[in-house]
């Protein structure tokens, strides 16, 4: 069974710290995706990766995927208040029919103040 | 102009009651989902239809039925609730699932609490 693991679960920080979050399995998926969830609405896509060794930046947060694609981070430089949420990443898996779906990380739950 | 929308935001309940959970995409897309988020903030697919047809069902209990009248519309009727489904449930839709660049666009999602 894959399983996609984050961490930290949770992570509390100032206005301005710089800090990573990691995704990691044991398997390795064909990409990886990124999502942000605030609370009460649903997760938004952030980022796609796709190729071992990829980086990507999107403004302040910078994605990874590990050479062997079956790990990612995301690094959020100086970060700030409307960094605030639950971020999620997610991989493609097939079931029994061939049908693709997404499998979920636990999350980490980030909190900045002020 | 919501690209996918949710009813009811909030659904409070007892036991053994019966409810539906109705979404809508307006994004064109071919297929949609029904996910469940527990407590903690797990998110597990239930449900995909892909242009009105099931395409995988997440082994959910006989009392979750999902149906899509059309490809714009997933709805979700629960028989005989029981405490265990609270949870949120979220609809999302995407267009080409098989891509790796897929984009799965979420609705606000639904707190049901069963009492």
């Known amino acids: 069974t894959q399983l996609l693991e984050q961490s930290p679960q949770f992570l509390s920080i100032q206005e301005g710290e710089n800090l990573t979050v990691y995704c990691n399995s044991s398997?390795?998926?064909?990409?990886l995706q990124w999502y942000r969830q605030e609370p009460g609405e649903g997760p938004v896509l952030l980022v796609t990766?796709?190729?071992g060794g990829e980086v990507k930046k999107l403004k302040r947060l910078t994605f990874q995927f590990g050479d062997a694609r079956k790990d990612s981070s995301l690094h959020i430089t100086a970060a700030q208040p409307g960094d605030t949420g639950l971020y999620l990443c997610?991989?493609?898996?097939?079931?029994?029919?061939?049908?693709?779906?997404?499998?979920w990380g636990l999350g980490t739950s980030l909190a900045v103040n002020p | 102009d919501t690209a996918v929308s949710q009813t009811p935001k909030y659904l409070v309940t007892q036991m053994g009651n019966d409810k539906s959970i109705k979404c809508e995409q307006n994004?064109?897309?071919?297929?949609m989902y029904w996910y469940k988020q527990d407590s903690k903030k797990f998110l597990k697919i239930m449900f995909s239809?892909?242009?009105?047809?099931?395409?995988i069902n997440e082994t959910v209990p006989n009392r979750f039925s999902p149906k899509s009248p059309d490809k714009a519309h997933l709805n979700l009727h629960i028989n005989s609730l029981e405490l265990g489904d609270s949870a949120v449930y979220f609809c999302?839709?995407?267009?080409?699932?098989?891509?790796?660049?897929?984009?799965?666009?979420f609705g606000p999602g639904t707190r049901l609490t069963v009492l």
């Open positions: 990766v796709v190729t």
């Open positions: 997610a991989g493609p898996t097939y079931n029994a029919g061939n049908n693709r779906k997404l499998i």
């Open positions: 994004l064109g897309h071919d297929t």
């Open positions: 398997s390795v998926f064909s990409s």
């Open positions: 239809y892909n242009n009105k047809e099931l395409i």
């Open positions: 999302a839709s995407s267009q080409d699932p098989y891509s790796s660049y897929n984009e799965q666009f």
